[in-house]
């Protein structure tokens, strides 16, 4: 496997996500910030952090899957959530929840990034992925 994941000695120790990736694949693939649109286009979940984070999920697995590649080979997330606030936490993961149910979601090296609005209405997590593969 081209990917290890950890949480070093003398390093906060989080659940939902690792510190560190070592990676030695050869091939990076770059996935596009996601967000809770089905195949249509349509945004499902409208209001529903939960559904959105898990939707968004969804789309990065498919085009992880496009790319010869899993949540087991990425190195790196960045979440944006509009008007994030440490309430939001049982939502979002509950979201998180959900994608690992469905896909295996491994917690690679994250950044959880509060913005004050994404690029339409009604969107409320931005979800961006970079993983390795050989």
């Known amino acids: 496997m081209p990917v ?3 949480n070093p000695e003398g390093m906060m120790k989080p659940d939902v996500y690792r510190q560190v ?9 770059h996935i596009a910030g996601q967000v809770a649109y089905d195949a249509d286009g349509q945004l499902i979940a409208r209001g529903d952090l939960a559904g959105q984070v898990a939707q968004a999920y969804r789309n990065v697995a498919i085009a992880l899957a ?8 990425v190195v790196r997330l960045t979440i ?13 993961q509950a979201g998180i929840e959900q994608a690992a149910k469905e896909f295996g979601v491994v917690p690679a090296p ?24 050989d």
Do not use: C, H
């Open 80 to 92: 944006y959530v509009v008007d994030w606030k440490l309430e939001n936490m049982p939502a979002f």
């Open 4 to 6: 290890t994941l950890m």
């Open 110 to 133: 994250a950044s959880l990034i509060g913005v004050s609005v994404l690029f339409e209405p009604g969107v409320l997590v931005e979800i961006e992925a970079t993983a390795v593969v």
């Open 21 to 29: 990736a070592i990676a030695t694949g050869s091939r990076q693939v």
């Open 66 to 73: 496009a790319a010869g590649a899993t949540f087991n080979d």
